[in-house]
């Protein structure tokens, strides 16, 4: 079976339009309205639990993209961006949070904006006071997980517009064993379709099965 068959990144770049919004209708729609040219509210902060979709949210954006999980001092940042966006900013060290408030004002000052996420409102942040005061003086959303219906749904709607036909009993056949996040199941819709389109077969429970436990035999594979 070929690597490419149980590479779990989705084959389509993060977009709002493929978000899967569920209870997060409100939230989405507040988001667009700020991307908007008209809008100039220099600020805006999503948080959450895992698996919310902030970072699909935040990479969909069109800004300079920055994950303070793997880059805690913002080194990699993009200086010259008038448009960014932080990801995880409760991870940023003492360097990455004077870099994050240096960049909030330089944006602020030049009609820029800052999008930024964390697992807890700026309130609860344990970062210097002046970068947490900024982070709560914009637009602050709350997005929360799918449930298992909504999650259902979704991988409904994804199958559908990918021409496939699941059964109820196969979409909870996967929602039971693949991961539980939205990125991870639409990621293996995407190598369960490639991988009935490759061998010409079915959409079946044997083939789910096929693909699952290929899966979690990858990582022991040369």
């Known amino acids: 079976m070929r690597q490419l068959i149980l590479d779990l990144i989705p084959d389509l770049p993060p977009t709002l339009e493929n978000f899967s919004a569920g209870s997060n209708a409100d939230a989405l729609t507040a988001l667009a309205a700020w991307l908007s040219a008209e809008n100039r509210e220099p600020c805006l902060f999503l948080w959450g639990e895992s698996g919310a979709g902030k970072t699909h949210l935040l990479q969909a954006c069109g800004a300079a993209y920055a994950d303070a999980a793997s880059d805690l001092a913002l080194a990699t940042i993009d200086t010259d961006a008038a448009f960014i966006a932080v990801d995880n900013v409760e991870a940023l060290d003492g360097d990455g949070q004077i870099a994050l408030f240096n960049h909030f004002n ?6 820029g904006r800052l999008i930024a996420a964390a697992a807890v409102p700026p309130l609860q942040l ?17 997005l929360r997980p799918l449930s298992d219906m909504e999650k ?17 009993e196969a979409l909870n056949y996967v929602l039971a064993r693949a991961p539980r996040d939205m990125r991870s199941l639409s990621a293996f819709l995407a190598a369960l379709d490639r991988y009935s389109l490759e061998h010409k077969r079915p959409l079946t429970l044997p083939l789910l099965r096929e693909l699952l436990q290929a899966r979690q035999l990858a990582p022991q594979e040369n």
């Open 106 to 111: 330089r944006l602020r000052a030049a009609g």
């Open 152 to 168: 259902v749904a979704a991988l409904e709607a994804q199958a559908t517009q990918r021409g496939m036909h699941l059964s109820p």
């Open 126 to 142: 344990k970062l210097r006071e002046d970068l947490r005061t900024r982070l709560g003086s914009g637009l602050i959303f709350r």
